[in-house]
């Protein structure tokens, strides 16, 4: 793991295809091992998200190369190392779980992000109709020992459509992702016990994940 962040701090000061193309090999190397990081930590959550099985680590990365058609930074390379995974493929709405690897902004996440319209509709109308289910998934010792709440990211600041602003689950229904994020340090990547740790970090998601993952859109 240590080689991995010393691998993406070069990057970060020599973001250009000179330099990614003189060090190519390391970065294969790299990426093989970030592969069997993720597959080990994808074994142990099986056992508390049967649904995973059969998902496989080397879809579940990113690419490293950016898109940069619409950014103002034309920066060619992503300088971190990032996995989704969930039962549908990385890109697909499933709730599922992400391990971003960049150094002194590294970070897990569970549930899901930017969801579509309908979906996120649907996940409002679930809230609503099930509040007290919700708050208590969100409020047990597990969930906030790991990641305190749900990310307020990109918030709606004013009452959703549909809702009343006395609605006792408008701080719910505001949410525009349905997300938990855990920031780690570097020290928490490079520990041998960074994989176990992670599996348990998940695992305190899994009810968040169960909720997500009822729901149709």
Known sequence: MEAIFKFLTKLGKNNNKEWFDANRSQYQDLKQEYIGIVDKVIQQCT???????????????????????????????????????????????????????????????????????????????????????FKKIVNTKEFKMEFTSLSAEDALKTVPKGYDKENPALEFLKLKHFIVVKDLTDNDVLSKHFIKNTSKSFKAAIPLIAFLRRIKD
């Open 47 to 133: 056992v508390f998200d049967p649904m995973l099985k059969g998902v496989e680590a080397s879809k579940a990365i990113f690419r490293i190369n950016r898109d940069v058609r619409f950014s103002k930074n034309k920066a060619p390379y992503k300088t971190n190392f990032g996995a989704s995974i969930n039962p549908g493929g990385k890109k697909t709405m499933i709730a599922g779980y992400y391990i971003h690897l960049e150094p002194g902004k590294s970070f897990l996440a569970a549930g899901t992000y930017m969801p579509e319209p309908p979906y996120l509709s649907a996940i409002r109308q679930e809230i609503d109709y099930n509040l007290e289910e």
